[in-house]
């Protein structure tokens, strides 16, 4: 359950963060929406990529 837990927020987290970044370069450049829709899907391959790597799924090496 803890791991569970875990994974669903890296990949909460990854998203939340991407939002946020997206939501403070529209604010500051005043690009709205562009900025937010890029750093959300941003963060949420970033969440994606730590649940992969934190999983196991992903062995590292080639």
Do not use: Q
């Not at 939340?16 to 750093?39: E, H």
């Not at 970033?46 to 090496?61: E, F, L, M, T, W």
């Amino acid at each position: 359950m803890a791991l569970g837990f875990r994974l669903s927020s890296e990949l909460v987290a990854g998203v939340a963060v991407g939002a946020g970044i997206g939501w403070g370069f529209d604010w500051l450049l005043s690009t709205s929406p562009f900025g937010f829709i890029v750093f959300l899907l941003l963060g949420f391959v970033a969440g994606v990529v730590n649940v992969v790597r934190y999983a196991g799924v992903a062995s590292g090496k080639r």
